[in-house]
T-cell receptor, first 112, second 114 residues
Framework: SQELEQSPQSLIVQEGKNLTINCTSSKTLYGLYWYKQKYGEGLIFLMMLQKGGEEKSHEKITAKLDEKKQQSSLHITASQPSHAGIYLCGAGRDNYGQNFVFGPGTRLSVLP | DVKVTQSSRYLVKRTGEKVFLECVQDMDHENMFWYRQDPGLGLRLIYFSYDVKMKEKGDIPEGYSVSREKKERFSLILESASTNQTSMYLC?????????????FGNGTRLTVT
């Protein structure tokens, strides 16, 4: 079965610093999704990547999917305390958007 | 904006009780999902449904059942709650079809079984 791995497990950065979170799959991904979760709450959808080499940005967050569609990175520029939370990558196990699987998450803390 | 609403944020039940967790979405999504989230284990898929009255087992269906009588509503049922079912339960929904669409999540129900 397809599993997703994330690195690092946790990250503590000073406000204003840049950071990168990685998501790796052993199989080709049917779309890669990035989510953010505040403690004790649901997941908020950030971005979706479908094509090899695709890159998307929203405000200070940029996500990329490699050409082989097996690795994605999430980059935050000039981090702020509001970026703190758990970042999870997710992918479908099929091309119908069903039977989704998630990575274990990366816990980000941003120190003011 | 898509809205996925879970009926309770916090729930405390006793061992052996029958527990219903309700989820409603307002975007006419075909797919609906139930996950549980536990520290160190991440999100694990319990059941999903791709249409009314249709259901598929996920990775950890034991001890759970589901019901989807209407397109907008997906219920998770714990027939006889046990302490190892204490967890955060997350419902999600999405469109079905090629090209994929993101899952949209509710705020979660934190269930404690004593």
């Amino acid at each position: 079965s397809q599993e997703l791995e994330q690195s690092p497990q946790s990250l503590i950065v000073q406000e204003g610093k840049n950071l990168t979170i990685n998501c790796t799959s052993s199989k080709t991904l049917y779309g890669l999704y990035w989510y953010k979760q505040k403690y004790g709450e649901g997941l908020i959808f950030l971005m979706m990547l479908q094509k090899g080499g695709e890159e998307k940005s929203h405000e200070k967050i940029t996500a990329k999917l490699d050409e082989k569609k097996q690795q994605s990175s999430l980059h935050i520029t000039a981090s702020q305390p509001s970026h703190a939370g758990i970042y999870l990558c997710g992918a479908g196990r099929d091309n119908y958007g069903q039977n989704f699987v998630f990575g274990p998450g990366t816990r980000l803390s941003v120190l003011p | 904006d898509v809205k996925v609403t879970q009926s309770s944020r916090y729930l405390v039940k006793r061992t052996g009780e029958k527990v219903f967790l309700e989820c409603v979405q307002d975007m006419d999504h075909e797919n609906m999902f139930w996950y549980r989230q536990d520290p160190g284990l991440g999100l694990r898929l319990i059941y999903f449904s791709y249409d009314v009255k249709m259901k598929e087992k996920g990775d950890i269906p034991e001890g759970y059942s589901v019901s989807r009588e209407k397109k907008e509503r997906f219920s998770l049922i714990l027939e006889s709650a046990s302490t190892n079912q204490t967890s955060m339960y997350l419902c999600a929904s999405s469109f079905r079809g090629r090209g994929n669409s993101p899952l949209h999540f509710g705020n979660g129900t934190r269930l404690t079984v004593t």
